[in-house]
C-alpha cells in the first residue's frame, strides 16, 4: 500500500506540473502533430490518467481502510485533477473521436470515485468540488446539441448521454452531496435551469427512438432501468429544490415521461434488488406525496390521469388479485400513505381534478371494475372505498353543471326572495374578496352580524393563499358545499337526519347533534357532535367550531326544528377547507308505493381555510 500511495503522489506531481500549461493551450493547432510539435502536456496527462484507472480499477479488491486512505491521498488533490478533466472535455471536439468522449471519460473516472466512497468525508470543501464537477458535466451534456429523432443505436446513446448523467445520478440519490447539489441548483441562473430541464425532456425523445424498435421485437429484453432513473433524479430535485421544481412544472417532462412508462410496460425495471413494473415505479414517483405537497403540484393530476395514471393504478391491483400479494405493495414509499387511491381522493376536493377522476373512472373497462368491485378481499375493499366516495363527488359535479347556483354567506338569507328571481345573483365582498351574497341586503345585513369583523384577516389569509396558488374560486365554494349536502343525503338513507326519526332511534345519538365528515381519509368518516362537545372540539389542534359565525349558526339551528347543522373537512398539504352549512329536509315522491323520498337542501353556508403551519404539524394529510 505505501508503493501504491508513492505512485499516486507522483502521479499528482506529473498532473499538476502539466496542469500549469494548460492555460497556453488555445487554438486547435496546440492539441496536434508529431515528434517534436506534438503536446506535451496532453501527452503527460493522458498518461497519468491511464495510471490513475489502473489505481481505480484495483478498488474492489481493497478493504475499506485502503479505500479511504486512497481517497485520503486524493481530496487535497481534486482541484489539479478536475483542472485537467475539465480541459479535456471543454476541447474534446479536438482531441478524440466521437467528440464527446473526454465528457464521457471524465464522467467514468469521478462515478468510478463515487461508487467507491469519493464523497464519504465531512470535509466541505472535497465534497463541494465533487458535486461541481458533476454539475459540470451535466451541464455540459445538456447545453450540447443533440438531433431528436436521428438513429442512433443503444451502445452510442449510453455513451454519450446515460454514461455522462450518472455522476450527478450518485449526487442525486446520496447526502450529503445531494445537499450541497441542491443548494448549487438553486443558486443557478434561469438559462441554466430551464437546460437541465431541458436534458430530461430531450431524453423523453431520445431514450424510445433508440429502444423501440427492440422494445416491439422483444419487451423483456430492453432493460427501462435509465428511464427510472431519469425520472427517480427528476423528483428527488422538485422535491429538495423549489427553483427546479418552479422551472419543471411548466413544461410537459413529467407527462412524457408516464407516457413513455405506459408505452414500455412490458421493459425490465428493477428496484430494491427485484423486478418491479415501470409504470408503478414512474407513477409512484410522480406522486410521491411531499412533491404534492408543494404549490401548484396537484393541477398536473388531470393531466396525468389522462396519460393513463388510473388505469396504472387499476392494472396494480388487478396484479394483486392474481398473485395474491397485498395491494400497491410496490409503490413508494412502504407506508399506509402509498396507497394512490388515497392520494387521489384528498386531491377529489378540486372540481377540476375530481371531473378528471370521474372521467377516467368510466372509461376504464367494465370488466376491470366488476372484477375489483367483486372482490372480497383488501384489495376490493380498497376500490369500493375510493368509487363510493368518489360517487358523492360526481353527484356533486352533476348538479354543478346542470346549471348555475347561487349560495350566501348571510345567516338571515331569505330563501323565497331569491328562488323568486330569475336566475342566481352573486355579489362578493370588494376588499377581502372571500365572502359572497346573493344580494346587496344580505351583505348588508352580514356586514353588521359579523364581516365587519372578519373582513381585515380574511383579505390576508387570501393573499396568503394566492401566493401559494390555493385560493378557492366561487365554483370551488360551490362545489364543495354540493359535496356536503350530498353526503347528507347518502347518509339519510342510513340514518335519520330530522325530530320525526330520532323519536326511538336507538343509537346514543341526540337529534341536534352537528354532523361532521372527515373527508381527510378514505373511506370517509362520519361524526356526530353534540353543540356542547363542538365548543372545544378540534382537529389537528384547530379548534372547529369556535368561530362567532358558527356559534351563531349551530344556535339558529337549535332554535329551529325543522333545521340542522352539518359540516365537512378535506385537505391536502399546507391547507385544509373546512365547509360549514345550514340544511332543511324536504320530501321528493317517488315513483313507488314507498313513502316519499327525503332529501335535505341547503339554506347558507360559508367556508374557512385554515393553515397547518398555524397548528401542530406543518403538513394536513398526505
Not at 496536434?32 to 490513475?52: E, K
Not at 363542538?534 to 339558529?556: C, K, S, W
Amino acid at each position: 500500500m505505501s508503493d501504491s500511495k508513492r505512485a499516486l503522489v507522483i502521479i499528482f506531481d506529473h498532473l499538476e506540473a502539466q496542469s500549469e500549461l494548460l492555460p497556453s493551450l488555445r487554438f486547435p493547432q496546440d492539441f496536434h502533430g508529431s515528434g517534436a510539435q506534438r503536446s506535451p502536456p496532453i501527452a503527460m496527462i493522458h498518461t497519468c490518467l491511464d495510471g490513475l484507472d489502473g489505481a481505480i480499477k484495483g478498488f474492489p479488491d481493497l478493504s475499506d481502510e485502503h479505500k479511504e486512505e486512497f481517497f485520503t491521498l486524493l481530496r487535497p488533490r481534486l482541484t489539479v485533477l478536475f483542472r485537467c478533466l475539465k480541459f479535456l472535455m471543454r476541447y474534446s471536439p479536438f482531441l478524440y473521436v466521437p467528440p464527446y468522449l473526454g465528457r464521457s471519460q471524465a464522467a467514468i473516472r469521478l462515478t468510478e470515485m463515487l461508487k467507491y466512497g469519493a464523497q464519504s468525508t465531512e470535509d466541505p470543501d472535497s465534497l463541494e468540488q465533487i458535486v461541481d464537477f458533476a454539475l459540470a458535466i451535466w451541464l455540459n451534456i445538456a447545453a450540447s446539441l443533440g438531433e431528436e429523432g436521428v438513429a442512433m443505436s443503444p451502445e452510442i446513446y449510453e455513451d454519450r448521454y446515460l454514461i455522462a448523467y450518472q455522476p450527478i445520478s450518485q449526487c442525486i440519490c446520496h447526502d450529503p452531496s445531494r445537499t450541497i447539489l441542491v443548494q448549487k441548483i438553486d443558486a443557478l441562473d434561469h438559462k441554466s435551469l430551464e437546460s437541465l430541464v431541458e436534458f430530461f425532456r430531450r431524453q423523453c425523445h431520445l431514450w424510445p427512438t433508440v429502444y423501440r424498435e427492440q422494445y416491439q421485437q422483444n419487451p423483456a429484453n430492453v432493460y427501462c432501468g435509465a428511464l427510472s432513473h431519469y425520472v427517480t433524479g427528476m423528483m428527488l430535485l422538485c422535491k429538495e429544490s423549489d427553483a427546479f421544481f418552479k422551472t419543471i412544472s411548466k413544461s410537459q417532462v413529467p407527462n412524457l415521461m408516464l407516457s413513455l412508462a405506459q408505452e414500455f410496460s412490458g421493459g425490465i425495471c428493477t428496484a430494491d434488488d427485484r423486478n418491479t413494473s415501470l409504470p408503478v415505479e414512474v407513477a409512484s414517483r410522480l406522486l410521491q406525496p411531499r412533491l404534492l405537497l408543494a404549490d401548484r403540484a396537484h393541477w398536473r393530476i388531470p393531466e396525468f390521469l389522462s396519460r393513463g395514471l388510473l388505469d396504472i393504478i387499476t392494472d396494480s391491483l388487478l396484479s394483486a388479485l392474481r398473485t395474491g400479494s397485498e395491494p400497491f405493495e410496490d409503490w413508494k414509499p412502504k407506508s399506509t400513505a402509498s396507497n394512490p387511491l388515497k392520494r387521489l381522493y384528498y386531491l377529489a376536493h378540486h372540481p377540476r381534478i375530481s371531473k378528471a377522476l370521474i372521467d377516467a373512472i368510466l372509461s376504464l373497462p367494465a370488466s376491470v371494475k366488476d372484477t375489483l368491485s367483486a372482490d372480497t378481499g383488501a384489495t376490493g375493499k380498497l376500490w369500493n372505498d375510493f368509487a363510493r366516495e368518489m360517487k358523492c363527488y360526481q353527484d356533486a359535479l352533476d348538479i354543478l353543471e346542470a346549471g348555475p347556483l347561487a349560495i350566501c354567506d348571510c345567516l338571515e338569507h331569505d330563501l323565497d326572495a331569491e328562488q323568486s328571481q330569475d336566475g342566481p345573483s352573486v355579489h362578493e365582498c370588494s376588499w377581502c374578496q372571500t365572502a359572497v351574497y346573493c344580494s346587496h341586503q344580505c351583505q348588508r345585513a352580514d356586514w353588521e352580524a359579523f364581516h365587519r369583523n372578519e373582513c381585515a384577516n380574511s383579505r390576508v389569509r387570501r393573499v396568503d393563499q394566492e401566493v401559494h396558488q390555493f385560493h378557492i374560486s366561487y365554483r370551488s365554494r360551490v362545489f364543495k358545499l354540493l359535496h356536503l349536502q350530498v353526503m347528507l343525503n347518502e347518509l339519510g338513507l342510513t340514518k335519520p337526519l330530522s325530530n320525526q326519526d330520532w323519536d326511538g332511534y336507538q343509537d346514543g345519538n341526540h337529534k341536534k347533534d352537528i354532523i361532521l365528515f372527515k373527508a381527510t381519509s378514505l373511506p370517509v368518516d362520519t361524526y356526530h357532535i353534540s353543540a356542547e362537545r363542538a365548543q372545544t372540539y378540534t382537529h389537528m389542534g384547530f379548534p372547529l367550531f369556535n368561530d362567532d359565525r358558527v356559534r351563531a349558526m349551530i344556535e339558529q339551528c337549535e332554535r329551529d326544528e325543522d333545521a340542522f347543522f352539518a359540516a365537512s373537512i378535506s385537505s391536502l398539504g399546507r391547507y385544509g377547507v373546512l365547509t360549514y352549512g345550514m340544511f332543511l329536509e324536504d320530501f321528493v315522491d317517488t315513483d313507488s308505493d314507498q313513502r316519499p323520498l327525503k332529501r335535505v337542501y341547503l339554506t347558507t353556508g360559508f367556508m374557512r381555510v385554515f393553515d397547518a403551519a398555524e397548528g401542530e404539524a406543518g403538513y394536513f394529510n398526505l
